[in-house]
């Protein structure tokens, strides 16, 4: 009988990311409050499927390069280190795995850097703050010989490019996959320390409001989803926040 080893990612996925790490549709939509953790969760979703298929090749990208490395190349190698064989090029911000499969940790502010590359999937993290070409024009094209997939995901900001995404996302469900959560979905719905953190922080952030410190737009709209809420004059931003939630 041939020696097995077990590893040991420590990754412990909330509840909302059960429906990305099942989903089998090519375009997924993460619509998620601030630190709701999707970035943990969608690196984790590309590390897996680099482990499952030998010679494959992901990409993650932020807005900026200098915001990749900052936020996700530390993070990446907390949660890559315990695959005995695995390589870290900390000049190309590169993952190799022992079976031959890739992630690159990118910058959609170089656009023409990305031209060319063949990819099984990728994740455009905080997708509100990037061009619409980086998917129309470039990311369609890498994900093209193989069929890959792309997860778009971010924190609303007005009724730009993502939230195109999430309309047409909640209107197919059978070609897209569609997360939403807000801050009380996840505080209802979720455990833990961090999950207590995020409740007082949601207390402190209403007192920042109610001192005039923070604008309710940017409450609602870091917490709860709004798309109206970047929108001057736009009004009932409560009262479209809980019909999103209830699905309406």
Same mark, same amino acid.
């Given at each position: ?6 590893? =040991? ?141 792309? =997860? ?30 807000? =801050? ?65």
């Amino acid at each position: 009988m041939a020696n097995t080893t077990e590893i =040991i990612i420590p990754y412990k996925p909330r509840r909302w990311a059960r429906k990305l790490h099942d989903s089998i549709t090519r375009w997924i939509v993460l619509v998620l409050h601030r630190r709701a953790g999707k970035t943990t969760a969608a690196f984790n979703h590309l590390q897996r499927d680099a482990m499952r298929y030998r010679n494959t090749r992901y990409a993650y990208i932020a807005p900026l390069y200098k915001q990749a490395k900052r936020i996700v190349w530390a993070m990446a190698k907390e949660y890559a280190r315990t695959i005995p064989g695995v390589k870290f090029n900390e000049s190309e911000l590169l993952i190799t795995y022992p079976n031959g499969s890739e992630i690159m940790v990118l910058g959609a502010n170089e656009p023409d850097s990305l031209r060319g590359i063949a990819l099984w999937g990728a994740f455009l993290d905080e997708y509100p703050q990037m061009s619409p070409i980086i998917f129309t024009e470039i990311i369609t094209k890498c994900l093209a010989d193989h069929q890959g997939y792309c =997860i778009f995901g971010g924190t609303p900001k007005g009724k730009g490019h993502f939230f195109k995404v999430y309309d047409v996302a909640s209107k197919n469900e059978d070609e897209w996959t569609l997360i939403y959560k807000n =801050i009380d979905q996840s505080i209802q719905e979720e455990k833990g320390e961090v999950i207590d953190n995020l409740r007082q922080a949601l207390k402190d952030d209403k007192k920042l409001v109610k001192d005039g410190i923070m604008t309710e737009d940017e409450f609602m709209q870091e917490w709860y989803n709004s798309f109206e809420a970047a929108i001057r004059g736009a009004v009932y931003l409560k009262q479209i926040a809980q019909a999103r939630k209830d699905k309406r």
